[in-house]
């Protein structure tokens, strides 16, 4: 079985043609490099670590941050073998229909084609990422009978989903997909996999219109260079838009980057804590909602989330309200929740408080972006620097889902909802990060509005596509390793079919 290539034993100089260059081995690079397994295609992926964690070459992913709180940039992702999936939480879930479509409320919403363009790749993409059999939003395969059903809600806009969690084979951990599939990898006759190997830069052609080769060097000091006929780039949503712009010796503003898009738009999900309290008169929960679970062999965790019709309705975005622990009420919170259950008639001796927490959609914000420092990291390279920022409409956005949840537990008589934040000081003081890099390089049929076309093709390049949540023009609220993959399986089809 062909071993890896320590890309510090490449001769310096040297110069490697392939058919098809993958640059990162994080989900989406691995994902492409199996599912082109199967053709006759040379293929080569240029990781930058090696199999485990490396101190000098995870601080290239660091950078200077401005503007709202943020997490660190060398802290929310992982720079070896498998990518961030080293340390991802392995939450799963599709994005919904409505996160496809042009939405009259939502500037710069809608993808170039809808979920269904998506849906024949998701059982692969579920089957890559381990999480079980796609069973998702049934009730009924979740729930054991009696005493274990989804909480009654009265009809409205907020309804009990599923996330499915990543399990890796003979392991309690999410899916590493580095260690997972490092000898699948080296099984694949087709595919010559380096690691310690940097691209530091996108070198193309004169006329601009093709890219001609990268450049590629080692901490160690060597350098070569790989000349594909087609390469994706697979380094996640801040460091593709980090290479682009850096790459800008023939397009001055960047590769890719004419309509000056690259590196905006950049999202994650926010993740307010403790945003409300919810009281059940009987104190009864399913526990999927408060631990993730097992049933019929799937690991699995409950959440409410808006209905598309309730987003459409009232003009709301995705976010998923999970249930984050039991909590204590003083002597107030009982008092209004004695009131409230004599007003209904209801015994209220059982109550028992909730916390809720969430992942909210943000809206599409161009100013919310990657650019480049002004300081270099250890390769000579200019760091990522990100902008990062927060609307107050998505605060509001969110307290209307939330009174809707209140509003069907008051209408089933099973409980009350309080929400916890008012002004924005409140919403920010206890805000979290999801660590899901998106945008940067969205997707868009028009180049003044996207970076790449439908086919993750970036616009004016006819050999360069862009793989990873960089590519989502509007986020959803689901988790966005899985459906990444899934996409990542699409552009391997489109790559198959521009290769006959
Ligand atoms: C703490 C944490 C928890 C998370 N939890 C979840 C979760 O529960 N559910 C979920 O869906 N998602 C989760 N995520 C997000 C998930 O990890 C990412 O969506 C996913 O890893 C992105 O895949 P990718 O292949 O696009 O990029 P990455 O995983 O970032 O992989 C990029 C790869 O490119 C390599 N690379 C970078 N620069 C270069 C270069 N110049 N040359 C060569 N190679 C390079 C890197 O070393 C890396 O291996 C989590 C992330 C973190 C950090």
């Known amino acids: 079985m062909p071993a890896f290539i320590d890309a510090r034993t490449v001769p310096a100089g040297t110069t490697i043609d392939t058919d098809i260059l993958l640059i990162g081995g994080g989900p989406a690079g691995i994902t492409l490099a199996i599912a082109l397994a199967d053709t006759r295609a040379r293929v080569t992926l240029l990781e930058s670590g090696g199999m485990e964690f490396d101190a000098a070459t995870q601080a290239l992913y660091d950078g200077p941050e401005t503007g709202v709180h943020y997490l660190t940039l060398d802290g929310s992702r992982l720079r070896f073998l498998g990518g961030s999936t080293n340390h991802w939480g392995g939450w799963c879930r599709p994005l919904d229909k409505i996160d496809f479509e042009k939405r009259s409320w939502l500037a710069h919403s809608g993808w170039p084609f809808g979920r269904e363009t998506l849906e024949p790749y998701y059982p692969r993409a579920q089957s890559l990422v381990e999480a079980g059999p796609p069973i998702y939003d049934k009730p009924e395969v979740w729930s054991r009978g009696a005493g274990d059903a989804p909480l009654t809600l009265g009809n409205g806009g907020v309804y009990t989903t599923f996330f499915q969690f990543s399990k890796m084979r003979g392991s309690t951990l999410p899916t590493h997909f580095g260690e997972r599939y490092a000898e699948d990898l080296k099984r694949i006759e087709n595919l010559n996999l380096y690691l310690n190997a940097n691209v530091t830069a996108l070198k193309l052609a004169k006329d601009a219109r093709q890219l001609d080769h ?181 605060f509001d956005r969110y307290r209307r889902t939330l009174s809707e949840l209140g509003r069907q537990l008051m209408a089933a008589g099973v409980g009350v909802l309080q929400i916890r934040h008012k002004r924005r000081e409140d919403w920010l003081a206890g805000l979290d990060w999801a660590n899901h890099h998106m945008g940067t390089t969205r997707m868009h049929v028009d180049p003044k509005q996207g970076v790449v076309d439908a086919d993750s093709r970036v616009h004016g390049i006819a050999n360069l596509f862009v793989a990873g949540s960089g590519v989502f023009p509007t986020y959803g609220a689901s988790n966005p390793t899985m459906n990444l993959v899934a996409l990542s399986l699409r552009l391997a089809d489109h790559l198959k079919g521009a290769l006959r």
């Open 214 to 394: 990268v450049q590629v060097a080692t901490l160690g000091g060597t350098a070569f260079t790989v000349r594909p006929r087609i390469t994706v780039l697979c380094m996640g949503a801040i460091e593709n838009a980090r290479l682009m712009l850096a790459s800008n010796d023939v397009m001055t503003p960047g590769v890719g980057n004419g309509n000056d898009l690259v590196g905006r738009y950049f999202a994650d999900h926010p993740i307010p804590g403790e945003t409300a309290t919810m009281v059940l008169f009987d104190g009864r929960l399913a526990p999927y909602y408060l631990n993730n679970s097992d049933a019929n062999g799937v690991h699995f965790r409950a959440a409410f989330a808006p209905s598309d019709g309730f987003k459409r309705e009232r003009y709301v975005l995705g976010s998923l309200i999970t249930v984050d622990g039991t909590r204590k009420l003083g002597d107030i919170g009982l008092a209004v929740v004695k009131a409230a259950a004599d007003a209904l008639r209801i015994d209220a001796s059982k109550a028992r408080a909730f916390n809720l927490g969430c992942g909210l959609e943000p809206e599409p914000d161009p100013e919310r972006r990657i650019t480049l420092a002004d300081t270099r990291d250890a390769l000579g390279q200019p760091r990522a620097k990100l902008t990062m920022r927060i609307a107050d409409a998505d």
